[in-house]
């Protein structure tokens, strides 16, 4: 009978331990984000961008070892 008790208080327990937690968390009010549409990195980044890829280009295009590795 005891094991059936504590069984019984211990799902009750499981049962309402979100329920009570939920209840007695404070309110808060959410923070205010200053400039949170701007992306950072300004015109730098997509220059490097375009310098890489220009530099890639001009490499495969440039590069003229068609012979063989081996002999």
Not at 18 to 23: D, F, G, T
Not at 43 to 61: N, T
Request: aromatic share 2%.
């Amino acid at each position: 009978m005891f094991k059936q008790i504590s069984l019984a208080m211990a799902a009750g327990a499981l049962v309402a331990a979100p329920v009570v937690a939920q209840a007695a968390a404070p309110s808060r009010a959410p923070a205010q984000a200053e400039d949170s549409e701007k992306l950072g990195g300004g015109l730098l980044v997509p220059l490097l961008v375009a310098a890489a890829v220009a530099a890639l280009i001009a490499f495969v295009i440039i590069d003229d070892d068609d012979a063989p590795a081996s002999p």
